[in-house]
């Protein structure tokens, strides 16, 4: 069962309809200050999306604590993540940016994890 001790959040604003991303790492959008879309594979996110807010509504991120997070593929505990191109958790490969570590093992993917965020952007 996920469980979530999140780190305070972060107030922006949704760049997309992301009613359906909650749970999911989501990134700045470029093209405009404190936009937020899902965030790309490997990528560097802001953090995990704890809300379902449409275009231009509210979008609640942390980036720190644990948190819920929708897995992309079976994942093993204690794996560091990345995100995947949908923005789900997915075990880091080489060169990709590592987001935290699996509290808990993904049998397969859509399942809901806990994650320690550690979103520094460190390189697994």
């Known amino acids: 069962m996920a469980i979530e001790v999140p780190g305070p959040?972060?107030?922006?604003?949704?760049?997309a309809d992301l009613s359906g991303s909650q749970f999911l790492f989501v990134a700045l959008?470029?093209?405009?200050a404190l936009v937020v879309d899902v965030a790309g594979a490997g990528a560097r996110s802001m953090g995990v999306l704890q809300n379902k807010p449409k275009l231009g509504q509210g979008a609640s991120v942390v980036d720190r604590g644990i948190t819920k997070v929708v897995a992309?593929?079976?994942i093993a505990i204690d794996a560091r993540v990345s995100s995947d191109a949908a923005g789900k958790a997915v075990t880091s490969a080489s060169?990709?940016?590592v987001e935290g570590r699996a509290l808990e093992a993904a049998a397969a993917a859509d399942e809901i994890i806990s994650v320690k965020l550690d979103n520094e952007g460190l390189q697994a």
């Not at 959008?29 to 405009?32: Q, R």
């Open 29 to 32: 959008d470029g093209s405009a």
């Open 95 to 97: 060169g990709n940016s």
């Open 72 to 74: 992309g593929a079976v």
């Open 9 to 15: 959040a972060l107030p922006l604003r949704a760049g």
